[in-house]
């Protein structure tokens, strides 16, 4: 009796997931729809399995060369074990702030609720582009589950799923000759609602058309290390943090 309660159970679940996989794979039979999850299930398996794998192996490259440059370091008299102490601590406070994921692993951005979807922003790229040179395309966010199935956007591989960017720190639609969007129609919600009006970090003066040179300098230039990268999300409100993004 308990057993046909448990498999009856487990029929209606495995109906309802082909029902769900259906809905959300338009114009795929609920069967191929649920093979395809299947494959991507696996193949996320592979890629958190290969992850965690490589990066144990990096861990311990990594620990036994700051070790030694830290011993060697310290036997020269160039750096004092306070020193190291103390930039440890300023960079473990930094990171947290800037919204970097703190494990190695995929972040996908929560699917937005009607409550959090609001207008798209008004302000006039056009007459600000040759000032700005669309600094705002090299602010970093996770894509939602939606747009990555959309297929449309490029995700950064080494980073799943936030947007790509290339070398020179732009997003990787963004067209360099002209500065706008290449994907607009299909653009994430996240780039349809941020407005730089009130964003302080690109903006000294908005009015004026003043940079926030400094702030910009110190955080998007092309050099600056991955991890110090900052979000666009922090200037919409009712936006899911990047901390926040799921982690898988
Ligand atoms: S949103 Fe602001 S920073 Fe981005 S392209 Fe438009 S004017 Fe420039
Ligand atoms: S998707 Fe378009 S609007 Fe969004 S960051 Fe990239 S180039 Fe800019």
New binding site residues.
């Given amino acids: 009796m308990t057993a046909k309660t448990v498999n009856g159970e487990e029929n209606e679940m495995n109906e309802q997931l082909v029902t769900e996989c259906a809905a959300g794979a338009p114009g795929l039979s609920p069967e191929a729809a649920l093979i395809q999850l299947e494959r991507q299930i696996e193949r996320g398996s592979l890629f958190t399995h290969t992850a965690l794998g490589r990066t144990t192996e990096r861990l311990g490259e990594v620990e036994s060369f700051v070790y030694g440059l830290i011993d060697a370091l310290i036997a020269k008299g160039i750096v004092s074990s306070d020193d190291i102490s103390t930039a440890m601590k300023n960079i473990q406070e930094l990171m947290p702030g800037v919204g970097e994921p703190p494990m190695i692993g995929a972040a996908i951005r929560p699917a937005e609720t009607e409550q959090d979807s609001s207008e798209p922003a008004t302000v006039d790229c056009d007459a600000r582009m040759h000032i700005c040179h669309?600094v705002?395309?090299k602010l970093d966010f996770a894509l939602s589950a939606q747009e990555i199935e959309t297929g449309s956007?490029k995700w950064d591989l080494g980073r799943p799923y936030f947007?790509r960017h290339e070398a020179d720190g732009l997003?990787t639609?963004?067209d360099r000759a002209t500065g706008g969007?290449?994907?607009y129609a299909d653009?994430?919600s996240i780039?349809r609602k941020y407005s730089c009006e009130h964003d302080d970090r690109i903006w000294k003066d908005f009015e004026r058309m003043e940079l926030n040179h400094e702030w910009l300098s110190e955080h998007l230039s092309e050099s600056r290390p991955r991890a110090l990268r900052v979000l666009m999300q922090n200037r919409i409100p009712n936006q899911p943090r990047c901390g926040e993004a799921a982690q898988l």
């Fill in positions: 669309s705002c395309c956007l947007i997003c639609h963004n969007c290449s994907v653009r994430p780039c």
